[in-house]
């Protein structure tokens, strides 16, 4: 498919200041002071993102994806001015004209479970094992509303019926360990959906979960977002996950996007060597079976120490071709084209990029 | 929950009769197989200075002469329906429940111990409750604000507290606020009863003492427990809800961190009930641990076997106690 | 002894080449059970039995790759540990080049050791965090009492540079490494044996994808230089996939159905197999969304316990073709579709396989 026919657009061009996007993240930086220096988690990052729209964002361990979801949701604690025990944050991120940022720990709050919510991936360890699960449901409820104990539980009852646990007005009295593994993650997302929450985020939902239970909650997850029209990040290193549920998708390595675009495009014509890395890396079970896996070579980067130029060039096969710029100059995440929609920070030629793709990586995913 | 408490008494009371047995093994049988006679240890039991025909009578009386397990018997239903003794002069008789019969002071030797029991739970109780309290309060403070001055005075404190025993503190805390500067009564045990403003100030230096120890302890597991909980995933999504602060320490990661700490408070706590013996030896008191003590000293075997198993029975109360407690504080145990 | 002689060493000592039919099995495996007793109260009375591996009839063959599929408490792990001998079964038996291996003592196992090895998932855990790099690969020489030519820390270095490690790191500590590297650890001990079978359970899942690829890629070079025989105990079917020469699909600690690589991703005969295999996220934003899920066979509730499994057929509660029959009898693991020119079985136990 030719770029021209492209039906998916990013819900707004970066860039474009005129009607900010319902959430919008600008130039976010979240470091942490340690001993042994500064670990740069998130290192300028910036996307947007609308309501009944879902972002994937895919990366390795400590590619920064994590801490992302944890800082958009202000889950961490903020450094004191020494820069010490915690996040430093810089940037913006402007969830429907409020910027988070800037804002107090109690306005944080107030926004936490109402507006913006999260969905965990281990959902066992997530919950409170002394509470029942309704009761925990009821407490999410009852934090943003003024409601009665017997209203808010006839909500979680509600809530538990709408994300398919059978028998919810006697499930509501279990604990979280009398669910099963697929059946608690559901009772997860009915907490995180209690107060209708317009922005979600769910942090590897279905890393836990076997295969048939991960197939129910990704319906589920994708029936919902329809249903509550909320902005949904997903965020994993299931490439399959991602291309199920995303309408755009965010490559991140050391804490930075190196690849940023509409699904169809980074799927279909990925630009950034890391990305052809990661297709190569999966074995697909839509494909003939590949006589060898195509790895990238070495180890995720550490974020306190980070290559100088392209955080990826110790293990690109390519920054041969574009000279000492690799190694020296961090590239900047640039379109691709003129229409702004698919970003890759890369310093390859776009011709050189594409050629590579279609020639050499293309025949071998 | 029913079966699980029934099941668990059952237990207890399994566990209770071993102990009579080993107690019994201990003070009657033990010295036989170390080769002493009937004779030698019925002179044991009653002090000395009784004729042989008496010490014949005395044997019999304590089953001596006896085989292993009719005397065991004999022991167990003393114990339920009372029996009668003899010193070699006079018939005691020594009513149920029957734990022996002391003949250095002539008392039965249950009554004895529960006489001094109230010394000893207004000890372990006051104490207890302080210590709780502060313990876990610091403990919590401490790790909510994980190194701050706070934090590192209570850690500081609390090495103090671990570090000190009672009969250093106690002898101390005496000399400067009941002689320099006279602002406590030198701690004599006044009943409950008899006067309650009285029990509480002679009461108080015994409590601050017993308990300094006990809280170090407490700050240091609360504060670690706390840790873990706050680092927990329950946590974070406690905060993800949107809770206020104070409502994700004090409701989520105090309930995880609090349950072990029951379990610890239970077994310390019944462990004091059998005897708070250094508290009550540094402050004179005469509670249960003191008469264990002097039992020692006079070689009174009836009455320390009476104290050990008034002891055991404590700390086998305490351990169901616990257990049911557990049950109740965490729904996971109960299934299982 | 340098590494090309190990490899040619190794090679002749073991045949080399995919399931081939006519070879004797390295390892039969019949009716193969665990079944873990459930104590309660205080007399421990058992109350019920978990059949955590309830049946499982299976044969690998010299140099081949049988995978080993199934969900979370399918009963796979415990399954490899019994091939291995970690585990003694309850039931059944396991035969190794023609000796029942069953309920050999420890002593009895030590020799076979050498020629059955394990790697487990974590190789975080399973490494002793206080032993050099060099200790840790060395142990089994240590523990048979093999002086290998050239002496034992040549040999090391050899099996380090055949993982792809430096020979240097012979005495660094596990810590020092990442994931990856400590996976490639774990491989290099269990070789250090020149073992005929190699089961691995979980090896890549703890890894990161990139990484997962790289070892991956590890496991099919030393077999088509070593020629050994592996299981291969995963749940990620694309994996498995990829590396095998025949797969199981376990369910409720039973085969489901077994058949080579191809034919069971090609034509999967089994409703459970198809549920599964239906089931796993393709990486094609074209099928996205309501497109995705038509095609999906989204199985009903969740796996049943081990510790009361249906009657009949295990997977009937879950089934869209379930009957009465599949209820009353239990369908046995048999062959279907006649015997294959290659003499390759594929085995469904169902009783309406596609």
Redesign the interface.
């Given at each position: 498919m030719s770029r021209e026919t492209e039906v998916h657009t990013l819900s707004v061009p970066p860039g474009g200041t005129s009607d900010r996007a319902f959430l919008d993240v600008r130039d976010l930086r979240v470091h942490f002071g340690t001993e042994d220096g500064l670990v740069k988690s998130v290192d300028g990052l910036s996307f947007q993102l609308e309501r009944g729209r879902t972002l994937g964002i895919v990366g390795e361990s400590g590619s920064g994806k994590s801490v992302t979801s944890m800082s958009l949701l202000g889950l961490h604690p903020r450094a004191d001015r020494k820069g010490k025990g915690g996040a430093i944050l810089s940037g913006e991120i402007w969830l429907d004209g409020q910027e988070l940022v800037s804002a107090t720990p109690e306005q944080l709050r107030a926004l936490r479970g109402q507006k913006m919510a999260m969905i965990f991936q281990d959902p066992l360890s997530a919950m409170h094992p002394y509470y029942s699960v309704g009761a925990q449901i009821a407490e999410a409820y009852r934090v943003h509303n003024e409601v009665s104990k017997a209203q808010a539980r006839k909500r979680a009852i509600e809530l538990l019926d709408r994300v398919g646990i059978p028998q919810p007005d006697s499930r509501v009295d279990d604990y979280p360990h009398q669910f099963s593994g697929g059946m608690r993650q559901r009772a997860m997302i009915a907490m995180a959906l209690v107060c209708n929450p317009e922005l979600l985020i769910a942090d590897e939902p279905t890393t836990a979960l076997d295969v048939t239970v991960q197939a129910q909650i990704l319906d589920l997850m994708r029936d919902l977002q329809k249903e509550f029209n909320s902005a949904l990040i997903i965020i994993t290193h299931d490439l399959g996950v991602v291309a199920e549920l995303a309408d755009d998708i965010m490559v991140m390595y050391g804490g930075k996007a190196v690849e940023y675009g509409p699904a169809k495009s980074v799927f279909t014509e990925p630009e950034h060597p890391y990305a052809w890395g990661l297709l190569g890396s999966m074995p697909r079970l839509d494909r003939p079976v590949q006589d060898r896996l195509l790895p990238i070579p070495g180890n995720p980067p550490s974020l306190i120490n980070l290559p100088s130029g392209c955080a990826f060039n110790p293990r690109c096969a390519y920054k041969e071709a574009c000279g000492t710029a690799c190694t020296t100059v961090v590239p900047e995440l640039e379109p691709t084209d003129g229409a702004a929609k698919h970003l890759v920070r890369c310093h390859l030629p776009v011709e050189t990029r594409r050629t590579t793709f279609t020639e050499e990586i293309r025949n071998h995913l | 929950m029913l079966t699980f408490i029934a099941?668990r008494l059952?237990?207890a009371i399994?566990l209770l009769i071993v102990v009579s047995f080993i107690t019994f093994v201990i003070f009657f049988v033990v010295p036989q197989w170390a080769g002493q006679t009937p004779e030698q240890m019925a002179r044991a039991y009653v002090g000395r200075g009784t004729t042989p025909a008496e010490l014949q009578i005395v044997e019999t009386r304590l089953g001596f002469n006896q085989a292993f397990l009719p005397h065991y018997f004999d022991y167990l239903k003393a114990m339920f329906v009372g029996t009668t003794y003899f010193d070699g002069t006079t018939y005691l008789h020594c009513s149920a429940p029957c734990f022996g019969y002391s003949f250095r002071t002539y008392q039965e030797v249950w009554p004895t111990v529960l006489s001094v029991f109230p010394v000893t739970l207004s000890i372990a109780l006051g104490a207890g409750v302080l210590w709780l309290i502060f313990g876990v309060a610091s403990g919590v403070v401490s790790a909510v604000f994980k190194?701050s001055v706070w934090d590192r005075a209570s850690m500081f404190i609390s090495l103090l507290g671990v570090s000190l025993p009672v009969y250093f503190i106690a002898p101390l805390a005496m000399l400067v606020l009941c002689y320099n500067w006279s602002l406590l009564p030198s701690p004599t045990y006044v009943g409950f009863t008899t006067n309650p403003a009285s029990w509480a100030e002679n009461m108080i230096l015994p409590w601050t003492c017993l308990a300094f120890g006990y809280a170090a302890l407490y700050t240091r597991l609360t504060r670690a427990g706390m840790l873990d909980a706050m680092s927990?995933?329950?946590t974070?999504?406690?905060?993800?809800?949107?809770?206020?602060?104070h409502?994700v320490i004090g409701k989520?990661a105090l309930?995880?961190a609090v349950?072990p700490i029951v379990t610890i408070f239970g077994m310390d706590f019944g462990a004091l009930l059998g005897g708070a013996v250094l508290a009550e030896q540094a402050f004179s008191m005469h509670g249960v641990g003191a008469l264990a003590i002097n039992s020692i000293a006079s070689q009174d075997f009836p009455m320390i076997m009476g104290v050990t198993l008034f002891a055991a029975l404590f700390v086998i109360l305490a351990n169901l106690v616990v257990d049911v407690a557990y049950a109740a504080?965490?729904?996971?145990v109960r299934?299982a | 002894m340098s590494i090309e002689d190990y490899r040619s060493e190794a090679i002749s000592t073991t045949s080399v080449g995919t399931a081939a039919s006519g070879t004797e099995p390295l390892m039969s495996v019949s009716g193969l059970q665990m079944h873990f007793p459930v104590r309660r109260g205080v007399l421990h009375r058992t109350v019920g039995t978990v059949k955590a591996v309830d049946g499982v009839d299976l044969t690998v063959h010299p140099g081949e790759t049988l995978g080993l599929v199934g969900e979370s408490g399918c009963g796979k792990s415990t399954t490899g540990r019994m091939l291995t001998r970690l585990g003694e079964p309850t039931g059944g038996s396991i035969v190794f080049e023609g000796r029942d291996i069953t309920h050999m003592s420890q002593g009895q196992l030590r020799p076979l050791r050498r020629d059955i090895q394990m790697v487990f998932q974590d190789p975080q855990s399973s490494l002793n965090p206080r032993h050099t790099i060099g200790t840790i690969v060395g142990a089994p020489f240590a523990i048979q009492g093999v002086e290998p030519p050239g002496g034992r820390k040549k040999a090391v270095q050899d099996l380090l540079s055949l993982v792809g490690l430096s020979p240097e790191h012979y005495n660094r500590y596990p810590h020092e490494f990442s994931g990856g590297q400590r996976q490639r650890i774990g491989i290099a001990r269990a070789l250090a044996l020149k073992p005929k079978l190699l089961v691995a359970d979980e090896p890549v899942s703890a890894l990161d994808v990139s990484i997962q690829a790289q070892v991956v890629n590890l496991f099919e070079d030393i077999q088509a230089e070593l020629g050994l025989a592996y299981v291969f105990i995963a749940h990620d079917l694309s994996v498995v996939r990829h590396i095998s020469d025949r797969v199981a699909v376990m369910y409720l600690g039973k085969i489901m159905e077994i058949a080579p690589r191809d034919d069971l991703y090609g034509t999967p005969r089994h409703p459970y197999t198809q549920a599964l295999l239906s089931a796993v996220p393709l990486p094609d934003p074209d099928r996205k969304g309501e497109e995705a899920s038509r095609e999906r066979i989204l199985l009903q509730g969740d796996v049943p316990s081990p510790l009361n499994p249906p009657s009949g057929c295990r997977f009937r509660t879950r089934c869209w073709k379930a009957q009465d029959i599949c209820a009353a009898q239990e369908p046995p693991l048999m062959q279907i579709g006649g015997v294959r020119p290659t003499g390759v079985e594929h085995k469904v136990a169902c009783h309406f396989p596609d």
């Open positions: - | 099941r059952v237990a399994g190194g927990e995933d329950f974070r999504t406690a905060r993800a809800k949107g809770l206020p602060e409502r989520h309930r995880a349950t504080l965490d729904p996971r299934l | -």
